[in-house]
């Protein structure tokens, strides 16, 4: 990259000549006092992660506003550019371990139901988010067309380093938090390869339009079959041999992300990040022993770096950079948040089963951080025109800040507001029922966990992208394990009386689960009333099924259309919609095949009738086509 097309660039950034020489005899020099500045990030990581926890907030969102306060420009009590060209190792080191952090935490059984869209995202999404970018700066700042590519370019990473946290806080279901996750590791890389290829355009054209194709195309292959090779190595050599001891195990599995990395690197240029990524997916697929372990440690260890990271590059901002861009900048922010983003995603998501509120969701979550505010840095050392440099520089770290501190403080109410935050179940019984049940679950987007201590029972529940945990649900460790703790229901469904009310007992006297949050299978109905006299909520398959057949007999037309299987749905839904409350049932402009059949309001159940009306707090049931029942939660909830 740069004018000398032959060098490799093994860091993200590069530190800045001009500040090097100008502090060489200062305090540069002087060890402690660099110690003593690293201290301190250390610690305001430490305090804004507290912060974070005390107000539900994302870390990042402190962490930047305290680099910026702490920074030459306010305080002057950090100063990343004392650390030389070891500013550019920490910085590296940080956004590989972050990667592999949430590479390998990525879970390929949710990943298979998402691929396409996922696909997608990181190719035509990142494409149109390029060209986006590259408008809107040529538009509004006035950047000649090849530096706008470049921050288009830079601008189409949306950051893993905030979106994972993100998305552990808030939870939201599986599929929206894996095509956001993977879609943040695989699109950095993307774009630092896209960022490269067109700088090496700027400062040394190529010689046909095909050459940078071949080169992007290159990169790709390079870095996945790099990141493959290393991350199936790590995988075969960890439980292979044995001097690889518990206490070495995580510094081991640290060195082959290092390895993997380093080796892309020296092949060619800019193809480190990549293969990490796809390394890192590969440990995460694996069934490695301690892999839990791994996945803690590089849990923790990103935290620290992404602490340090954040409040670095925080500090490295320019007020001056800022202020020649202007208002100019803010908009340029506000086309990606606003226009870009949506765009990119809706049309990526086209043809993919994402709900209309999903898809609105992904397009609010659009956050950009370490790598491009790194890349940027670099391109305006680098680049022979230092206006265009530093307004790219300028910009990139306008949009850091806008589009973080926005996603961070709106993520968990938007979330709320679009209803993509689901339910947390644990389902006790991965038999048929257990197992058909949780099939019905995520197809509408519940998050979902099924225990059970049949392995083949918890293969089978894999196989539909469902998290299963092998054991005894009567243990508390294997509850805790399944997540019990943030689950907002526990159903025991397994063939076995016995056993479904010992898990509901445990649950109720360990784990606090009141009666509304109990949900059991009783075989045989003599033990109907024991469960009911404990508080749990419950049912027997074989008076079910009678009262089914009954109504399919005397019902015919209803209940062969729902017939509890795979035509059918019944959805229960808090209404908030003004469209709906203070309207008579009669003149709600229902979807085609779907009734209202139920209205809860407080302790009263209601049957549904032309003058009823809907009032704020009601929980009203559809049933209907599952499609047309679907439709009517969008469009009420």
């Known amino acids: 990259m740069g004018a000398d097309r032959g060098r490799h660039h093994n860091y993200l950034i590069s530190f800045p000549p001009n500040t090097k020489d100008k502090r060489v005899k200062g305090r540069i020099m002087d060890p402690i006092h660099i110690f003593a500045v690293f201290a301190i990030v250390l610690a305001v990581g430490i305090i804004a992660q507290m912060v974070s926890r005390l107000t539900r907030m994302p870390s990042i969102v402190f962490l930047l506003a305290a680099g910026i306060l702490l920074g030459p420009e306010c305080a002057g009590l950090i100063d990343p550019w004392l650390y030389g060209d070891g500013l ?19 879970d390929l059984r949710h990943i298979r139901r998402v691929s396409g869209s996922v696909l997608a995202l990181i190719s035509i999404g990142v494409l149109i988010t390029m060209i986006g970018g590259a408008v809107a700066a040529h538009e509004l700042v006035g950047l000649d067309w090849e530096f706008a590519l470049l921050f288009g370019a830079l601008a189409a990473a949306t950051d893993p380093t905030v979106i994972v946290p993100l998305m552990k806080a808030i939870r939201v279901n599986n599929r929206v938090r894996s095509i956001l996750e993977v879609e943040g590791i695989f699109n950095d890389a993307v774009s630092i390869i896209l960022a490269a290829l067109i700088f090496e355009w700027i400062v040394t054209p190529y010689p046909h339009p095909g050459y940078g194709i071949a080169m992007f195309l290159m990169r790709i292959a390079i870095g996945g079959a790099v990141g493959l090779a290393g991350g199936l190595l790590c995988v075969f050599a960890l439980p292979r041999i044995h001097a690889i001891t518990n206490e070495l195990l995580n510094i081991t599995t640290v060195s082959f992300v290092l390895i993997t990395y380093t080796v892309a690197e020296l092949i060619l240029n800019e193809t480190g990040i990549f293969a990490v990524a796809v390394a890192a997916i590969c440990v995460g697929a694996s069934d490695i022993p301690n892999k839990k372990e791994i996945q803690e440690f590089k849990s923790d260890l990103s935290i620290i770096l992404l602490s340090i990271i954040f409040v670095l590059l925080a500090a490295m901002l320019n007020f001056d950079s800022i202020r020649s861009i202007g208002i100019n900048g803010v908009l340029v922010a506000a086309a990606l948040i606003f226009i870009v983003r949506p765009v990119a995603v809706f049309a990526s998501t086209a043809h993919s089963r994402l709900r209309w509120k999903e898809r609105l969701f992904i397009s609010a979550i659009g956050p950009r951080g370490v790598v491009p505010a790194a890349m940027a840095t670099y391109f305006a050392i680098e680049l022979a025109d230092a206006d265009a440099g530093s307004t790219i520089m300028g910009l990139v770290f306008i949009c850091i800040i806008i589009t973080v501190t926005l996603t961070g403080i709106s993520a968990r109410p938007v979330a709320r507001a679009l209803g993509v935050i689901p339910m947390e179940i644990l389902i006790v019984g991965g038999g048929d029922v257990g197992c058909t049940l949780a099939h019905r679950l995520i197809r509408r987007g519940e998050n979902v966990v099924v225990v059970d201590k049949d392995p083949e029972n918890c293969r089978r529940v894999e196989e539909l992208g469902v998290p299963a945990v092998e054991g005894d649900a009567g243990d508390v460790a294997v509850l805790t394990k399944a997540g019990i703790k943030n689950a907002r229901y526990l159903v025991a469904t397994t063939d076995q009386d016995g056993v479904n009310l010992l898990v509901c007992q445990v649950a109720k006297n360990k784990f606090g689960f009141g009666e509304n949050k109990l949900v059991a299978r009783v075989n045989d109905p003599k033990n109907l009333s024991t469960f009911r006299d404990l508080g749990i909520r419950s049912m027997s398959p074989i008076t079910s099924a009678a009262s089914i057949l009954d109504n399919l007999i005397t019902h015919p037309s209803l209940f062969s259309m729902y017939e509890l299987g795979e035509r ?36 009263a159940m209601l049957i549904p009738h032309g003058d009823l009306v809907i009032e704020s707090g009601d929980l009203v049931t559809f049933m209907g086509a599952r499609d047309a029942v679907r439709k009517a939660v969008d469009m009420y909830w």
């Not at 019944?570 to 209202?596: F, H, K, N, Y």
């Open 88 to 106: 550019n190792l920490i910085i590296t080191f940080a956004v590989v371990i972050i990667v592999f952090d949430g590479g390998i935490n990525v």
């Open 568 to 603: 059918g749905d019944i959805i229960e839904v808090p209404i908030a919609s003004p469209e709906m409350i203070g309207t008579p049932v009669r003149d709600l402009q229902l979807p085609t095949d779907v009734l209202i059949v139920l209205v809860r309001r407080g302790d």
